[in-house]
């Protein structure tokens, strides 16, 4: 985030996170202030690839097929959470409005099970007296499912619980 690399780990609704100050809860990073805050906001609104990519299947409209490939326009609220990454909200402020909201999917299968999926979004967000243009893609690339093993260390596995 911001340039810095940030390491994560999620069980349930618990997780750690590292960064520039070592390894601290989510609900630790949530009392900082600035990006640290908005990295938490958006690890609590996670969703995992299965959840995600069957959201937004249900959420299309006039989806397309081509070369192995579903594509179609998205209902508003399955994106809008893409346009509002990043931005900040002060206390006391409105929450952002989005405007001129447009999304799109494409579902890559190959061999009936989904490989890889891409979400485009753009609109404009404002907050306070900024507008701001937003143009996004996100691409998540699914592979080996159920081979991945991951090792949490031994640093985190405190702030996981």
């Not at 618990?14 to 070592?22: C, D, F, L, M, T």
């Not at 006039?62 to 399955?78: I, M, N, Q, R, Y």
């Not at 409105?94 to 099970?113: V, Y």
């Not at 485009?120 to 690339?141: F, N, P, Q, Y």
């Amino acid at each position: 985030m911001g340039g810095i690399p940030v390491e994560v780990y999620l069980k349930g609704t618990n997780g750690a996170a590292k960064a520039v100050e070592g390894w601290m809860t989510l609900d630790e990073i949530a009392q900082t202030s600035g990006t640290a805050a908005a990295v938490v906001r958006f690890l609590r609104s996670y969703k995992t690839p299965a959840a995600q990519s069957a959201e937004l299947a249900a959420n299309l409209k006039d989806g397309k097929e081509e070369d192995g490939v579903l594509t179609g326009e998205l209902k508003d609220a399955s994106f809008k959470e893409l346009l509002l990454l990043g931005v900040r909200q002060r206390d006391g402020q409105e929450p952002p409005k989005i405007t001129e909201a447009k999304g799109s999917a494409r579902f890559w299968i190959k061999e009936g099970a989904l490989t890889k999926y891409e979400i485009h979004a753009e609109g404009k967000v404002s907050t306070g007296e900024r507008t701001l243009d937003i143009d996004r893609t996100m691409t998540v690339e699914l592979k080996d499912i159920g081979a991945t093993k991951i090792e949490v260390p031994a640093e985190a596995q405190p702030k996981m619980s």
